[in-house]
């Protein structure tokens, strides 16, 4: 059974930094897509970061040069580590897995509706 649980989320202010973890217990999928998603009040969700099962490595335009997104395989957990952190960050982040094998731009691209597995997600809140 599969089971995603971010934490890490908490309160900062603009310019701060934030690392979110998912631990990833039971998805051993060889080939798969690992994705952050975040949803602010009244917006879509949205792909922010997502790394592939061969290394490859997407970010929206919007988080890019400021979060860094990782896996240690080990532990089987996901990472985000987020930079320069500014007010427009502010969401619920939610981490996603699917069993997948492409490009992680395609994978980043796809809507959350296509991804089976999820976490509870984790407030973030960037004050000015």
């Known amino acids: 059974q599969v089971q995603l649980v971010e934490s890490g989320g908490g309160s900062v202010q603009a310019g701060g930094s934030l690392r979110l973890s998912c631990d990833a217990s039971g998805f051993t999928y060889r080939h798969y897509c690992l994705i952050w998603f975040r949803q602010a009040p009244g917006k879509e969700r949205e792909g922010v970061a997502v790394?592939?099962?061969?290394?490859?490595?997407d970010y929206a335009d919007s988080v890019k040069g400021r979060f860094t997104i990782s896996r240690d395989n080990a532990k089987n957990t996901l990472y985000l580590q987020m930079n320069s952190l500014k007010p427009e960050d502010t969401a619920m982040y939610y981490c996603?897995?699917?069993?997948?094998?492409?490009?992680?731009?395609?994978?980043?691209?796809?809507?959350?509706?296509?991804?089976?597995?999820w976490g509870q997600g984790t407030q973030v809140t960037v004050s000015s």
């Open positions: 790394i592939v099962s061969n290394g490859d490595i």
């Open positions: 996603a897995a699917d069993n997948f094998y492409g490009e992680a731009g395609y994978c980043r691209r796809r809507s959350p509706e296509q991804f089976p597995f």
